[in-house]
């Protein structure tokens, strides 16, 4: 079964950074589009980042291009999600998926909940000074 666990949450400052890691375990990493997410106080799960499996394409919703940076190390089953200039909205916690499906090749990744079927536990992150 594949698992996923999320780590290096915490309290940052409007303008810092904070690098989030995926820990997988069970399935080969390659062959899975990894996602991001993350659900703030009182609202739903929103995507906000993924990759593909080759080429390590990547893809960010609107809210995070240019500060958020999401990669992976397949040799260490790792998936990092580096964020850059913090705001308070960023406030929320913070998932990893695998997508449903084994892709092996190509550039795409999902954007919807409903693609992904394993996910860790989250990690919160507060921005506030």
């Known amino acids: 079964q594949r698992q996923l666990v999320e780590s290096g949450g915490g309290l940052a400052q409007p303008g810092g950074s904070l690098r989030l890691s995926c820990a997988t375990f069970?399935?080969?990493?390659?062959?899975?589009?990894i996602g991001w997410f993350r659900q703030a106080p009182g609202k739903g799960r929103d995507w906000i980042g993924c990759?593909?499996?080759?080429?390590?394409?990547?893809h960010y919703a609107d809210s995070v291009k240019g500060r958020f940076t999401v990669s992976r190390d397949n040799a260490r089953n790792m998936v990092y999600l580096q964020m850059n200039n913090l705001k308070a909205e960023d406030t929320a916690v913070y998932y990893c998926?695998?997508?449903?499906?084994?892709?092996?090749?190509?550039?795409?990744?999902?954007?919807?909940?409903?693609?992904?079927?394993?996910w860790g536990k989250g990690t919160q992150v507060t921005v506030s000074s």
């Open positions: 990759i593909s499996t080759s080429e390590n394409s990547t």
């Open positions: 998926a695998t997508e449903a499906i084994v892709r092996i090749g190509g550039r795409l990744c999902p954007r919807v909940e409903y693609e992904y079927d394993f």
């Open positions: 069970g399935f080969i990493l390659e062959h899975y589009a």
